[in-house]
């Protein structure tokens, strides 16, 4: 079973809006992390949050980990039309890089 | 840097004959490859790892007489699918991982198969 969840809803904001996503996790983790998938394409590595940080940010991405809670957000500020995609989350349960996914949150930015 | 390329990128096949994807890291040696599938609007879920001169190793409920993976170089992995049915169709992805950043996967742009 999928270690990571996000919630399923999929986001439509207007540019220039803010766009939260999140994620649960069951088991402990060394770290978690997030990408981005374009449709029909590969994924793009967003950034990494490791289990002994809360907060870390990355360009307009800023990310939160709460342990105590098994959750994470992925906020991505002041969006843009190529923000426009799915976005995951993934743990590495096992802690021998064979990661987890979540399902997804699909975020479509309107110009 | 750290890109790694699929081919083919899409690829259609008839019931019962095998398709073999390539996934290659293009400008580093790949210690580890790992093997997706993903179902549309589905997220991704792990069929196998493969370290280069070893066997696979396969998730539970991955048959692995049926997805056959070889990765015998440090760029290259296959992934076979013998004799493909309709159900196999689905977007298969590589990623591939080096030791020098070992908490980081490098993805492929994916290959669609589609099983008619």
């Known amino acids: 079973s999928q270690q990571g969840e996000e919630d399923p809803q999929a986001l439509s904001i207007q540019e220039g809006e803010n766009a939260t996503m999140n994620c649960s996790y069951k088991?402990?983790?060394?770290?978690l992390q997030w990408y981005r998938q374009n449709s029909g394409r590969g994924l793009v590595h967003l950034i990494l949050?490791?289990?002994?940080?809360r907060e870390k940010h990355s360009g307009r991405l800023r990310v939160t980990l709460d342990t105590s809670k098994k959750s994470s957000s992925l906020l991505i500020t002041a969006s843009r039309a190529a923000d426009t995609a799915s976005y995951f989350c993934a743990t590495d349960p096992y802690g021998n890089n064979r990661l987890a996914f979540g399902k997804g949150n699909q975020v479509v930015v309107i110009p | 840097g750290a890109v790694v390329s699929q081919h083919p990128s899409r690829v259609i096949c008839k019931s019962g004959t095998s398709v073999k994807i390539e996934c290659r890291s293009l400008d580093f040696q790949a210690t580890t490859m790992f093997w997706y599938r993903q179902f549309p609007k589905k997220s991704l879920m792990l069929m196998a790892t493969?370290?280069?001169?070893?066997?696979?190793?396969?998730e539970q409920g991955v048959e692995k007489d049926k997805f056959l993976i070889n990765h015998a170089s440090l760029t290259l992995s296959t992934l076979t699918v013998t004799s493909a049915h309709p159900e196999d169709s689905s977007f298969y992805i590589c990623?591939?991982?080096?030791?020098?950043?070992?908490?980081?996967?490098?993805f492929g742009p994916g290959t669609r198969l589609t099983v008619l």
């Open positions: 949050i490791r289990s002994n940080e």
């Open positions: 088991t402990s983790i060394n770290n």
């Open positions: 493969s370290n280069e001169g070893s066997k696979a190793t396969y």
């Open positions: 990623s591939a991982q080096t030791s020098g950043r070992p908490d980081t996967q490098y």
